[in-house]
C-alpha cells in the first residue's frame, strides 16, 4: 500500500513549477510506483492561460475549486470550469486553459508521468523522462 499526504509532498521534489508561474503540480502517484497511471494536484493561478497539447498522454481534469475556462483549438468551442467539473482529454486535445480565479485540479494521466515534466514550446509533456522521480 502507498499512503503520501498532500501537504508532505509539497514539501518535496513532487512539487514542480511552470518555468512561467503559470501553474504547479503536486505529483502524489507517478510512473515508478507501478500503478499505469499518474495522479496530480494541480494549481493553475488566477489570470492566466496555458497553452496544453498532450500528444503522448490522455489526461482527465476534475475541478475541485476556482473558476476557469477551457478553450479546444481544434474546434473554438469554449468550456466554462467551476467546481465539480470534469474534463478528459480523451483525443489528445490541444486546448487553451485560462484560470479567472486560482483553480484547483485533480489530475490522472495515462500513461504515468515520471513527476519531472513540463510543458514544452508545445505545451506538450514528453513521453519519457531521462531521470526518474523518487519516492
Known amino acids: 500500500m502507498i499512503v503520501r499526504t498532500l501537504q508532505e509532498a509539497e514539501q518535496s521534489s513532487r512539487r514542480v513549477v511552470s518555468p512561467d508561474n503559470h501553474w504547479e503540480s503536486t505529483r502524489l502517484l ?19 492561460e496555458t497553452h496544453i497539447w498532450y500528444q503522448n498522454h490522455l489526461e482527465s481534469v476534475y475541478c475541485i475549486s476556482g473558476e476557469g475556462e477551457v478553450e479546444t483549438l481544434d474546434d473554438g468551442v469554449i468550456h466554462p470550469i467551476k467546481p465539480g467539473t470534469i474534463y478528459i482529454l480523451d483525443k489528445n ?5 485560462r484560470a479567472h480565479s486560482e483553480l484547483k485540479l485533480a489530475c490522472v494521466f495515462n500513461p504515468a508521468l515520471s513527476g519531472l515534466e513540463v510543458h514544452d514550446e508545445n505545451g506538450v509533456y514528453p513521453l519519457e523522462q531521462v531521470e526518474e522521480q523518487s519516492a
Do not use: Q
Not at 30 to 48: E, P, Q, R, V
Not at 93 to 97: A, I, V
Open 30 to 48: 507517478l510512473k515508478n510506483d507501478n500503478m499505469g497511471f499518474s495522479f496530480h494536484i494541480t494549481t493553475i493561478y488566477a489570470n492566466t
Open 93 to 97: 486535445d490541444e486546448h487553451l486553459l
